[in-house]
């Protein structure tokens, strides 16, 4: 196999920014320097070079829906999206809650080989919240995050044990948190825009009250604790306290929560309907200045295909979540004042540490693994379609600024320009 060039790219490397050549061969990158030739190039001028991305939270459906998506449909999107791993959530058909079915997915990613696909496992037997998962075999076959994403963990005391178990060896709880009883009925944020439609609210104390209960947990364990898609101002407030007593916490926004707030419900379209819904426009200020400052350590796409029969339907009856693999690099560039630096932090060296996943969110470096993400942050575009098999998108049609033009997954090129490699 040639070599592969990627040419005056501005390189984030561990001495800084470089405005350099990068050679790859054999998934490596062997060479980094000005001038470089003798291969197959790629030009990145004016674009910045970084590690692959890394998602620490999103849905391939696979096994059990893959009419909405599937591990090879989620490869292909996420590696349009300049993504070089995936963790995929445990709320299959059936749920990733014992060693075989993890073994399966990883299995799956690794035969499709677009991205690294990583199993998150499920925290509760079927996700149903009464007693454990086989955290013994998970643990066993690799996972080291666990979620029973979809569904808070409600019951305290089951928690608390979970919790117990995974301190004593390093793993991490992702937590949706969500209280059912304050959630149960609700259909979007409650608030001014609820009450013009007259609709059911969610109010943001749904949010909060969990990540209170938890954090006391986690004082009380000394477990590792992550939160989803964090989506609230006190929320904020309370990881950053957290953190400030040297808690092991970190926290997520996805991508939907930086760009919109709850006013874009009024057009009743349910590519918003999301779960916690879209806030205000506080709470979404405090995210973005959440992930600018550090607070919130990471981007996380919490991508969730639905076809279009379940979604296109009114309000009230569409399930909840949109697609977000493609498109995460771009909204956070444009709606977030990241430098280069904290792009990839925040959307891959943070994930991947986070995540305990070897060769992933590494600055490029000579004898390296390339896993790479090119990214043009001036490009200004607009969206209108998606590799994904779903199409429930917010973001058709909204003008956004930076693109990813290449992605490499261990050596080889695996999207340009938002397509995928065949």
């Known amino acids: 196999m040639s070599d592969l060039i990627l040419v005056g790219g501005i390189v984030l490397t561990a001495r800084g920014l470089e405005e350099t050549d990068l050679r790859i061969r054999d998934g490596l990158i062997v060479e980094i320097g000005p001038g470089l030739e003798g291969g197959a190039t790629i030009d990145c001028s004016g674009a910045w070079v970084g590690p692959g991305l890394v998602d620490l939270h999103a849905h391939f459906r696979e096994p059990g829906q893959e009419w909405k998506e599937d591990i090879e449909s989620g490869s292909r999107t996420a590696a349009a999206g300049g993504y070089t791993a995936v963790f995929a959530m445990p709320n299959t058909d059936p749920a990733t809650d014992s060693g075989h079915v993890a073994r399966f997915v990883a299995n799956r990613g690794a035969e499709v080989g677009l991205v690294e696909v990583r199993p998150v496992g499920a925290i509760t037997k079927r996700r149903a ?211 280069q630096a904290a792009f990839y932090d925040r959307l891959s060296a943070a994930p991947a540490r986070i995540g305990q996943i070897d060769g992933q969110g590494m600055l490029p470096a000579e004898g390296g693994p390339a896993n790479l993400a090119v990214f043009n942050p001036a490009v200004e575009w607009t969206p209108s379609a998606t590799v994904s098999k779903s199409e429930n998108s917010p973001y058709f049609d909204l003008p956004l600024r930076g693109r990813v033009t290449a992605t490499i997954y261990r050596g080889r090129v695996t999207a340009r320009d938002g397509v995928p490699a065949d």
Do not use: C
């Open 129 to 339: 919240g009464k007693e454990l998962a086989h955290l013994d075999e998970l643990w066993a076959v690799g996972v080291r995050v666990f979620s029973d994403d979809g569904d808070v963990v409600a019951d305290a005391g089951l928690l608390r044990q979970a919790m117990d178990y995974l301190a004593a060896r390093g793993g991490v709880i992702s937590q949706h948190a969500v209280d059912v009883g304050l959630s149960s009925g609700g259909f979007m944020h409650e608030g001014s825009v609820s009450s013009l439609l007259g609709m059911q609210g969610i109010p943001s104390a749904a949010d909060d009250v969990i990540l209170v209960r938890d954090l006391r947990l986690v004082e009380m364990t000394g477990a590792r604790y992550h939160v989803q898609h964090l989506s609230t101002a006190t929320g904020v407030r309370l990881i950053a306290a957290a953190k400030a007593k040297g808690l092991p916490v970190t926290a997520e926004v996805t991508p939907h929560h930086l760009a919109f707030d709850h006013t874009a419900v009024e057009t009743t379209d349910p590519a918003f309907k999301m779960m916690p819904p879209l806030r205000s426009e506080e709470d979404r200020d405090a995210l973005r200045r959440g992930l600018e400052d550090g607070t919130v350590d990471i981007v996380g796409t919490d991508h969730a295909p639905h076809a279009a029969h379940e979604k296109e339907v009114p309000w009230e009856h569409a399930p909840n979540g949109v697609l977000g693999l493609e498109w995460a690099a771009a909204v956070v560039n444009t709606f977030t004042d990241l430098d």
